[in-house]
């Protein structure tokens, strides 16, 4: 899969949060068939592969929902 652009939005950090968003609902609407499940890491994440395999297997794929922890 390519990577699709996200156009008409902010620069910078600040809009990051939102720019997330755009991302996923555009993979949700173009995507949706073609996967389970969809992840936004940073280049600074470590994600332990096993264990999110796991905590998914557990998940209803049939529904959208998000994961995740909001930073203040």
Same mark, same amino acid.
């Given at each position: 899969?390519?990577?699709?652009?996200?156009?008409?939005?902010?620069?910078?950090?600040?809009?990051?949060? !939102? =720019?997330?968003? #755009?991302?996923?609902?555009?993979?949700? /609407?173009?995507?949706?068939?073609?996967?389970?499940?969809?992840?936004?890491?940073?280049?600074?994440?470590?994600?332990?592969?096993?264990? !999110? =395999?796991?905590? #998914?297997?557990?998940?209803?794929?049939? /529904?959208?929902?998000?994961?995740?922890?909001?930073?203040?």
């Amino acid at each position: 899969m390519s990577i699709a652009p996200i156009n008409n939005t902010l620069p910078g950090y600040d809009h990051l949060t !939102l =720019k997330s968003r #755009l991302g996923f609902y555009f993979a949700y /609407e173009h995507h949706q068939n073609d996967f389970d499940w969809f992840v936004k890491a940073d280049d600074d994440t470590y994600l332990i592969v096993e264990n !999110l =395999k796991l905590f #998914l297997s557990k998940q209803n794929t049939t /529904e959208p929902i998000t994961f995740g922890y909001n930073f203040k």
